[in-house]
T-cell receptor, first 117, second 113 residues
């Protein structure tokens, strides 16, 4: 069964460093997302990406964050200068668009646990 | 602003019991609702998706219902097993083109053998 793949599974970084979280969405999906979950809290939406541009972003997604689809398969989240409060599990998700008789549910990856020290 | 609430926050039941997890949302204007399972430290596994025009969906021992007008959904688990122990998350999709999801805080279920 197709799945969303995220790497690495766990990343430890020093405060102020840049990190790039990587995702390979399901191959025929066209909508891509990043969410995060701080330990013990709700899963929160960060950004959605469609047609090579951001379609929506939350208040959390400030200038320190950026997303990119550098080729036909990868989808990345970059945090330019990490803060302690960026420590969280980051989930990538993808889905197929509506209007075509296929399942449009969102599929999530296994997450990257980011620890900022 | 859409808010999603799940009760109870935690639930412990003996094996074999039927149980109901509740999800409520403040804005009835949703595109669909999705139930997920999350094992500790792991990702989100989609269980069921209910479109706004549907009343329920079933998959094996799981049945999810949706009452959009009252802003409620339930996840019914029949004949619970220890392997069902996990956190169950409810998420609603507002009617926007982007398809983002708004999550509840989850119900952590423990099924005791």
């Amino acid at each position: 069964e197709p799945e969303v793949t995220q790497t690495p599974s766990h990343q430890v970084t020093q405060m102020g460093q840049e990190v790039i979280l990587r995702c390979v969405p399901i191959s025929n999906h066209l909508y891509f997302y990043w969410y995060r979950q701080i330990l013990g809290q709700k899963v929160e939406f960060l950004v959605s990406f469609y047609n090579n541009e951001i379609s929506e972003k939350s208040e959390i997604f400030d200038d320190q964050f950026s997303v990119e689809r550098p080729d036909g398969s990868n989808f990345t989240l970059k945090i330019r200068s990490t803060k302690l409060e960026d420590s969280a599990m980051y989930f990538c998700a993808s889905r197929y668009p509506e209007g075509i008789s296929m399942n449009t549910e969102a599929f999530f990856g296994q997450g990257t646990r980011l620890t900022v020290v | 602003k859409q808010e999603v609430t799940q009760i109870p926050a935690a639930l412990s039941v003996p094996e074999g019991e039927n149980l109901v997890l509740n999800c409520s949302f403040t804005d009835s204007a949703i595109y669909n609702l999705q139930w997920f399972r999350q094992d500790p430290g792991k990702g989100l596994t989609s269980l069921l998706l209910i479109q706004s025009s549907q009343r329920e969906q079933t998959s094996g021992r799981l049945n999810a219902s949706l009452d959009k007008s009252s802003g409620r959904s339930t996840l019914y688990i029949a004949a619970s097993q220890p392997g069902d122990s996990a956190t169950y998350l409810c998420a609603v999709r507002p009617p926007s083109n982007t398809g983002k999801l708004i999550f509840g805080q989850g119900t952590t279920l423990q099924v005791k053998p």
